[in-house]
């Protein structure tokens, strides 16, 4: 069976929303799922936030391991394949990019995840599909979303899934204890 690892988002904890849900349905069927609480997750270094997620996918082949990241869980996964040993340990089975951002949308705070620029031919080769989900009201990226949406379909061969509804699955001071769509794309890299 495969390692799922996910990733979750700024201010969010693995015991919230669609976590639990997600990995006990994908546990339940014989896979090793993770879903690493990340330090200070309301003040994230990135640097600390990069070695938590390393530290996750040790262990197992990147062949059979699939990445989820969650909002700014996904820019962590962007930063761990952009430094990834590809010709040494193999690309990652699929990434599956939920509310993510493919530059900065704003917060200071979060700046140093986006520096420097990322190396986007060197991530497309670290792993062999990957998948987009975001809402089309998004209130992370707002006006910018169909900007980031694409970046990810065009510098990363991404297929995209976009939903009418569904803010930052979720947006701040809502939960969201579901996500099918996530199970479902999850389910294609696989």
Do not use: C
């Amino acid at each position: 069976m495969s390692r799922i690892v996910i990733a979750h988002g700024y201010g969010m904890a693995p015991s919230e929303h669609w976590y639990p849900s997600v990995a006990e349905e994908f546990s339940g069927e014989g896979h090793e799922v993770r879903v690493p609480a990340f330090s200070e997750s309301a003040a994230p270094d990135a640097g600390v936030w990069l070695k938590e997620l390393a530290v996750q996918t040790e262990g197992a082949s990147a062949g059979g391991t699939v990445l989820v990241g969650h909002s700014l869980g996904g820019v962590n996964v962007l930063r761990l394949l952009q430094r990834h040993d590809t010709a040494a340990e193999g690309a990652f089975a699929g990434v599956v990019f939920v509310a993510s951002m493919s530059g900065e949308v704003g917060y200071d705070a979060l700046a140093p995840f986006f520096s420097p620029e990322f190396d986007w031919a060197r991530i497309r080769g670290a792993a062999r599909e990957f998948r987009v989900l975001h809402a089309a009201d998004d209130p992370v990226t707002g006006v910018r979303t169909p900007e980031h949406i694409m970046r990810f379909v065009r510098e990363l061969g991404a297929t995209a899934t976009v939903t009418a509804s569904g803010g930052h699955f979720p947006s701040t001071g809502e939960s969201r204890l579901v996500l099918p769509d996530a199970v479902r794309l999850i389910r294609e890299v696989l």
